[in-house]
């Protein structure tokens, strides 16, 4: 079993900045590909970012790409989603999933879970 805790959402401005934290437990944190994703309303969950099992590499939607990274604390078994430039159009919830093999984009591929913590990006 894997146990996620996700923090660090709010209200921000368009152009501002937040980092968001999701600490992992229950297996060894090295070995887990920690992936971000979202859900806006009546939308479904996209991916947002991944840092994968293998050499920490990372990899991240088009539509983040340059203004979000992700990283990762194996010390402290937390994964980081630092988020800058954001747009109303970022607006979701934030997840962030576990899995024990290779990265993937896809929702289903993720076997554990976090509760989400809610960003929003007024204007």
């Known amino acids: 079993q894997v146990q996620l805790v996700e923090s660090g959402g709010g209200l921000v401005q368009a152009g501002g900045s937040l980092r968001l934290s999701c600490a992992a437990s229950g297996r060894p944190f090295s070995r887990l590909t920690i992936g971000w994703f979202r859900q806006a309303p009546g939308k479904e969950r996209e991916f947002v970012a991944v840092?994968?099992?293998?050499?920490?590499?990372?990899y991240y939607a088009d539509s983040v790409k340059g203004r979000f990274t992700i990283s990762r604390d194996n010390a402290k078994n937390t994964v980081y989603l630092q988020m800058s430039s954001l747009k109303p159009e970022d607006t979701a919830v934030y997840s962030c999933?576990?899995?024990?093999?290779?990265?993937?984009?896809?929702?289903?591929?993720?076997?554990?879970w976090g509760q989400g913590t809610q960003v929003t990006v007024s204007w």
């Open positions: 999933a576990a899995r024990t093999t290779l990265y993937s984009y896809y929702p289903n591929d993720y076997d554990y």
């Open positions: 840092s994968n099992w293998i050499g920490g590499s990372t």
